[in-house]
């Protein structure tokens, strides 16, 4: 009877928790999209304003698929069945969904950071092509309780950091911030405490507002103010992904650009993804998900993975590990070369150590 009681329950156990909401998420291998390929409706990258080219071989940015949320939570079996899968991870569902933000509101921020990711991308492009054009750091808005409150205004447009122009370039330099990267760059060279000179244009009158720099994110210099960039570009770029959201396509996005308007093709024929984000300055940087991202990208046809530096550590954890020549980043030309070196056969690859 004991046993007949025990069994019983414990089948009741788990048809119940057959229903059972789980506040969690599975991440698994995502679409795949070819930056200089094309879709039904044409190509992804269009470039109006300049000669663009089209090559053999792939640049492919790679995504991750979320399955459950706030409003298709999953069960227990399916959480259990993805924690053992090789190609799947689970998470706590606030890392996509934080509390007080409504699902709405996530997929309007991660529609935002596409956008941004584009706009950044081709600005990061034409940098490392040489290509000017300016970029207008205007403040969107002033951190309460932060140095900038009550001395800058939203609206104000930054010329300028302890008297070095950050604005408007005529020419592309490789690496180089300007616009909102540049004061980021600069007040972040400082250390709390020390003197900030902003030179401002309000409403076509210059000011000068004196700061001085208190202590933000990692311990570094800050004002308080964000910034969103105005920028002019010669070209007209425009990249069509559809529904996908999120910054962590950038530098794949900078490189398909690049391609397109490049005589000769980045790849030499070669099947390339990649993911990390990227700013105007062509600084990489590092996004989760690489290891759905890597399967994703061999399981589509991919040779080779560019992976941002400081997603080195997730690359071991990639069912597709020893499957993907995985090439390590730290800036867009960083990648440029690599895929030099992927097109001549020469020169060795950098790799996450």
């Known amino acids: 009877m004991t046993l007949v009681v025990a069994l019983v329950l414990l089948v009741g156990l788990g048809f119940g928790s057959r229903f059972l909401p789980m506040p969690y998420l599975v991440a698994g291998p995502g679409v795949t999209l070819d930056t200089v390929g094309r879709t039904e409706k044409g190509p992804v990258i269009e470039i109006d304003g300049a000669e663009s080219y089209e090559h053999e071989g792939s640049l492919s940015m790679v995504t991750v698929q979320y399955a459950g949320g706030p409003q298709r939570r999953l069960d227990f079996f399916t959480v259990v069945r993805a924690w053992l899968s090789p190609t799947e991870a689970v998470m706590p569902e606030e890392l996509l969904f934080p509390a007080g933000r409504s699902p709405e509101e ?54 300028a950091v302890d008297g070095e122009e950050v604005g408007t370039r005529s020419e592309g330099e490789p690496g180089t911030a300007v616009g909102s990267a540049a004061v980021v760059e600069r007040v972040g060279e400082r250390e709390p405490g020390d003197p900030v000179s902003l030179t401002l244009d309000r409403g076509g009158e210059e000011v000068e507002v004196e700061l001085v720099a208190a202590e933000g994110e990692q311990g ?65 940087g590092g996004v989760s998900g690489i290891p759905q991202k890597m399967v994703s990208a061999q399981r589509d046809g991919a040779e080779y993975f560019l992976v941002a530096a400081d997603s080195c550590s997730q690359v071991a954890q990639s069912a597709a590990y020893g499957e993907l020549e995985v090439v390590r980043v730290e800036t867009l030309s960083d990648a440029v070369e690599a895929l030099e070196t992927i097109r001549t056969g020469e020169g060795e690859l950098p790799r996450c150590e």
């Open 106 to 159: 996530v997929s309007e921020r991660q529609a935002t950071q596409m956008n941004d990711s584009q706009t950044d991308a081709t600005a990061a492009a034409l940098n490392e092509i040489g290509m000017g054009y300016d970029a207008v750091p205007v403040v969107a808005d002033v951190v309460e309780d932060m140095p900038a409150e009550g001395l800058v205004e939203p609206g104000d447009v930054i010329l």
């Open 220 to 284: 570094r210099a800050a004002v308080g103010v964000l910034i969103a960039d105005e920028m002019d570009f010669p070209i007209e770029v425009d990249i069509t992904v559809g529904d996908i959201g999120g910054p962590s396509a950038g530098m794949m996005f900078a490189l398909g650009i690049i391609d397109r308007l490049s005589e000769e093709g980045l790849t030499g024929g070669a099947s390339v993804a990649g993911s990390g984000t990227i700013d105007s300055a062509g600084r990489v």
